[in-house]
């Protein structure tokens, strides 16, 4: 198990410097208008809040560590559900899978990596979203850094705001996506 963490350590840090040298060569977003933008509520209901094996779309791969009081180290792997609304039960428009695992001893901090996987009749193909989840902060924003089908090689910003937690059993996160490079 800590091989397979240290290898995908090593491939995110691998992906995060390739992004970053391709997006430091790019024009300031800020000044830019999205080519496409999106609207999407990320819903993630956690194994290890009700114990509901059958409705769970997230667990834990591995265990906290013992530094400090804010799960440092805990890894959670994800396969969520994607709506247009705040509804859990609305029509999917995609998947979220990836993962997202704990990174500060002094507050709840998250580092997400994740593709979502749309099969609608709106849109085809993958995003591929990460970046660092400040999570007491109002926004944050996520790295779009790549995609297929109808976002092929997309780049982009995901914004993103807690908008309902239901202790440990339940989230929901509004997703406002950006892309300032469609092809």
């Known amino acids: 198990m800590k091989l397979l963490a240290v290898k995908l350590c090593f491939i995110l840090i691998i992906l995060v410097c390739q992004s970053q040298s391709v997006l430091a060569l790019k024009k300031n977003s800020k000044t830019m208008k999205p080519c496409k933008q999106l609207e999407l509520y990320y819903h993630d209901l956690l194994l290890e809040g009700g114990n509901d094996v059958a409705n769970a779309t997230s667990a834990a791969a591995t265990n906290a560590t013992k530094l400090g009081n804010f799960k440092l180290g805990k ?17 999917l428009v995609a998947k979220a ?19 979502l996987i749309f099969n609608s009749t709106d849109y085809k193909g993958t995003l591929n979203i990460m970046g660092a989840d400040l999570m007491n902060a109002d926004t944050r924003d996520f ?33 406002n996506i950006k892309l300032y490079e469609c092809y």
Request: proline content about 3%; overall charge negative.
């Open 97 to 115: 899978q990836g993962f997202y695992f704990y990174t500060m001893k002094t507050d709840y901090s998250a580092w997400f990596a994740y593709t």
């Open 75 to 91: 890894l959670i792997i994800f396969d969520d559900p994607m709506t247009k609304d705040r509804n859990l039960h609305s029509p």
């Open 143 to 175: 790295s779009v850094i790549g995609g297929t089908v109808d976002f092929f090689m997309a780049r982009g910003i995901a914004t993103i705001i807690t908008d309902y937690v239901l202790g440990l059993e339940y989230f929901r996160l509004k997703m």
